[in-house]
């Protein structure tokens, strides 16, 4: 598909079926002879009675002409081995995802600036005594009970006169 790509050709793929200029592209096995060519019904390649024609049968005929060969005796395989190949798995899927989509740089996050804008006068302690108030509003709100509302009043009280004392330096 590549290879056609680079050579400016008209290029689809539509399920498991790959066209090329219009033209069904088939896939041959490297065993076949140079002239088996073709569909399976033109090469008059007869299917075993228990295999299905499928889109894929060409390909589960392949894998089974190959059986899978461990250069490990599974009897030596333990949980460190397994982990060790998972750990590559996936240190080769970040790198071919990197490859493929590539990395943004990261940029600073840009905090907002404190603008004293309208209220010069809200200082420290303001601030300091707003978030006592709004911690035990927050309480109150999860599990009211007498003490908690006498403590939101009197932190409520007291946030009123740091504010007041604050706008009277000004």
């Known amino acids: 598909m590549k290879e056609a790509k680079y050579n400016r050709r008209n290029v689809k793929r539509v399920r498991d079926r790959l066209y090329i200029d219009d033209e069904l592209y088939e896939i041959h096995d490297d065993t076949e002879t140079s002239h088996h ?17 499928t889109p894929n049968s060409q390909w589960d005929r392949r894998s089974m002409k190959r059986p899978h060969t461990s250069s490990t005796p599974t009897s030596c395989i333990n949980d460190d081995m397994i982990n060790s190949f998972v750990d590559e798995i996936g240190l080769i899927l970040i790198e071919s995802a990197r490859d493929t989509l590539g990395t943004r740089p990261d940029k600073p996050k840009k905090r907002a600036s404190k603008n004293q804008g309208d209220k010069p006068w809200f200082n420290l302690d303001c601030i300091f005594e707003r978030q006592n108030y709004r911690k035990f509003n927050r309480k109150l709100k999860a599990r009211p009970s007498p003490v ?15 504010m007041d004392k604050a706008i009277k330096q000004i």
């Open 148 to 162: 908690l509302l006498t403590t939101v009043k009197e932190s409520e009280k007291i946030y009123k006169k740091v």
């Open 37 to 53: 060519h073709g569909h399976p019904k033109e090469r008059n390649d007869t299917l075993p009675s228990n295999e299905q024609s």
